[in-house]
């Protein structure tokens, strides 16, 4: 079983997949932004944030895969980055749903040197505050899908990631 899922995590196409997963999931954020006029909250911008840092990882893991260590290292940013989501979208949800009560301002609460709403307006400006997310599909909202992607997301890493140092841990045995 670690076999087949250390081989899965150190493809390309496992890497690629989650390039155009996150590549998608900005698309379909910036179609509801810019096409169906749902302006974005400071919550809705992190979970960019942490998408936009799913994309670079992928990618640069398409290039450096094949580094064991390097490897290893990617999927480990990978669970971070899946406990990032999964702890936005909990905000999110939890705004939504008002079972978590949080400062929801239109400060992203960035280092003054990290500012990619300027940098990127059109991708990273927060433009309301807090309360809502648009319905998706079948009364779905979004906050909704993010939750179960995101927990869904996190364990697929987890996964990758203990194979990933098996097999690593196996190389220096031999």
Known sequence: MLDTLARIGKSGFY??????????????????QHVLEEDPCVLC????????????????MLLLRRLR?????????TVVIAAG?????????????????????FDLG???????????PALFQVETSCGYTP??????????ALI???AVFLLISIALSVAAIARLRESYKK
């Open 148 to 150: 179960v992607a995101s």
């Open 15 to 32: 890497w690629l997949a989650l390039a155009l997963i996150g590549l998608t999931s900005e698309a379909v954020g910036l179609f509801y």
């Open 135 to 144: 319905e998706l599909l079948f009364g779905i909202t979004m906050a909704e």
């Open 110 to 120: 960035l280092p003054a040197w990290f500012t990619p709403d300027e940098w990127f």
């Open 85 to 105: 989501l999964l702890e936005r979208s909990y905000q999110l949800l939890g705004t939504e749903r008002r079972f978590v009560v949080g400062d929801c301002g």
């Open 45 to 60: 911008i992190h979970v960019r944030l942490w998408v936009m840092a799913l994309i670079i990882v992928a990618l640069l």
């Open 69 to 77: 260590f390097i490897l290893v290292a990617g999927h480990l940013l």
